[in-house]
């Protein structure tokens, strides 16, 4: 396993993931893109707590797209059946980013280019997480849409490709 040089700050939102997500649910709670989140807060919460909990193992080095994608691809599916909006869904993971940013930029103590590397390097695994996480979450939503469109008007593959697109779907 290789470790990141950043682990410390890794620790401090582990740790803190608590407190990381209440910021969240409360920025979650007024902004006006994610009202449909109002009716799952409880749901969205622990979903987070799960992401921030084991922060460390979905940034390391040894996590691959692979299992970020078969994690989210699941977790767009869900989104579509509660009938959360992609739009919201993104925006909230957005605003998940953010908050999580903020708070260890805010809770860090910084001043060495040593530890200024551990913020870049921190970032950039987030950065890339969430990339991915947000990527096959859309991709998965699309697919349970296109299920669903599918079953409701009993519709062949080549008619819902028309809206869909051929081959835009993967084999997890």
Known sequence: MIH????TLVDLVEKNNDEIIKRWISRLKIDPTTTSYQKNIEYLGAKA????????????????????GKRYAQE?????????????????MYLLRRTLWLFVVNESAFDSAFQLHQMRELNDRIV???????YYLIRGYIEEMNRTVKDLWKLKPEETEKVFFPNSFYKQ
Do not use: Q
């Not at 707590?49 to 970020?68: C, R």
């Open 4 to 7: 990141l040089i950043s682990d």
């Open 128 to 134: 890339l997480f969430f990339d991915r996480a947000e």
């Open 49 to 68: 707590k799960e992401i921030l909990k084991y922060i460390g193992g979905w940034v390391s080095y040894d996590t691959t797209k692979e299992d970020v």
């Open 76 to 92: 767009g599916m869900e989104t579509f059946r509660m009938k959360i909006p992609l739009c919201e869904v993104i925006r909230a």
